[in-house]
Each structure stands twice: as structure tokens, then as C-alpha cells.
């Protein structure tokens, strides 16, 4: 069996988590926070891909940057870059397709803290992003974590927009479930199985650990 689908697989999901991750923080605290006429909107569009078929998400996406268009070949003039068929390419897909699994958890769990707490930081000198580094992420670990994991979760999953943007290149952009369509249309139902069957153990461990955080049964054990 060929490891370098499930390689580029793990690759893409730390990849897009660990940008989720810096830009879900900073846009999940102004969501909890902001009395902006623009809230409703930004929620809307982080809130998007919930509802949005994948491949919507794909066509535009190759509208946007395809090498003939103006802001992909300005990112390849400028930058040396090229989104499509390419695994930046994939990595930034991911991002904006997992986004609302990162940011809705985070903005969940601030929006839950007393706003006596953070005032209070601020009160004493705090500026407000280390009140949201010192008070705000330390009092939401479960639900920090939970984004995290179900961002991983999500892009270890991801199917329709991957092809759509990054075909089946081995080695970059030959993702695991890619490889299972692939090998399913071949016949080749034994290495589809061994795919299939690792991805099930991770999606149940992922799963198994975001509800074992929120039921508090690690604090439990820990104790």
C-alpha cells in the first residue's frame, strides 16, 4: 500500500488546523465581543460552509485563482505561488472550508465567560489581547480544543473540495480520500479497505476524544 495519501492527509489536516487556530482565535473573540452591525454578516459567511455543497465551494475557488485569472496569476507573478492543483492550494481551501469548526467553538466559549471577568483584567491594566491570552483561552479550554479537534477531524474528511482543486497528484494532492474513490474505481477493494479502515480508527478516536473532553471525563480520570 502507497502511505503517502494517508502522509499528505495528516500533513494538510496540521497544516490547516495550525492556521485555523491563528485566525479562528482573534475572529472568535471579536464575534464574542463586538455589537458591530457587521456581526450578523461575518457570521454568515464564516457560517457558509456548514450549508454549502463542497464543490460550490471548489468551482469558485478555481474561478478565483485559476492561473488565468487575475488574483491567481497575481499571487504566481508576485509570490510564485500556484493555488490550483497544488497543495497551498489545498491547505487554503481547507482553511476556508473548516473555518466555521474552529471559529464557532471558540466564539462559543468566550461568549459563555462573565464579562466581569474579562473587565476585570482589562481594569487592571490588561490590554485586551492579553486579557484574551491570560483570562479568555484558559477558561475555555474544552471548547478551544474541541475546535481543534474537529478541525482536524473535518479536513482528515474532506473530499469534494480537495478534488475539485487539487485532482489526484501523488505526493501533493493525492489525499486519502481521493485514494479510497480511486482504488474503489479500480477494483482494488483491499488497499480501499486499508484506507478506509484508517480513517474510521482516526474519525472514531477524534470523535471519542472531543466528547470525552466536554463530558469532563478526562478531569475525572486525571483527579
Not at 476556508?96 to 474552529?102: E, K, N, T, V, W
Request: glycine residues 8%; proline residues 6%; aromatic residues 14%.
Amino acid at each position: 500500500m502507497d502511505w503517502g495519501p494517508i502522509y499528505l492527509t495528516l500533513k494538510l489536516a496540521f497544516a490547516t488546523t495550525f492556521i485555523l487556530l491563528l485566525v479562528g482565535i482573534p475572529l472568535g473573540n471579536w464575534l464574542s465581543r463586538t455589537t458591530s452591525w457587521w456581526k450578523p454578516l461575518v457570521e454568515t459567511l464564516v457560517s457558509m460552509p456548514l450549508v454549502l455543497p463542497p464543490t460550490v465551494l471548489g468551482f469558485y475557488f478555481l474561478i478565483a485563482f485559476g492561473p488565468e485569472q487575475f488574483l491567481g496569476g497575481w499571487i504566481d507573478k508576485w509570490f510564485g505561488v500556484k493555488l490550483v492543483f497544488s497543495f497551498p492550494g489545498l491547505v487554503l481551501a481547507s482553511v476556508i472550508y473548516s473555518l466555521p469548526f474552529m471559529v464557532q467553538p471558540i466564539h462559543s466559549g468566550l461568549s459563555s465567560l462573565p464579562n466581569s471577568l474579562l473587565e476585570a483584567s482589562e481594569l487592571m491594566g490588561k490590554s485586551k489581547w492579553k486579557t484574551l491570552l491570560k483570562v479568555g483561552l484558559p477558561n475555555i479550554k474544552p471548547s478551544l480544543l474541541t475546535g481543534i479537534i474537529l478541525s482536524f477531524a473535518h479536513t482528515v474528511g474532506e473530499f469534494g473540495v480537495v478534488l475539485m482543486i487539487g485532482g489526484s497528484i501523488p505526493n501533493k494532492t493525492r489525499v486519502a480520500s481521493i485514494a479510497i474513490y480511486e482504488e474503489v474505481e479500480a477494483l482494488n477493494y483491499t488497499t480501499a479497505h486499508t484506507y478506509s479502515l484508517l480513517l474510521l480508527v482516526l474519525a472514531f478516536g477524534v470523535l471519542l476524544s472531543v466528547y470525552l473532553i466536554n463530558g469532563g471525563y478526562l478531569k475525572r480520570f486525571w483527579k
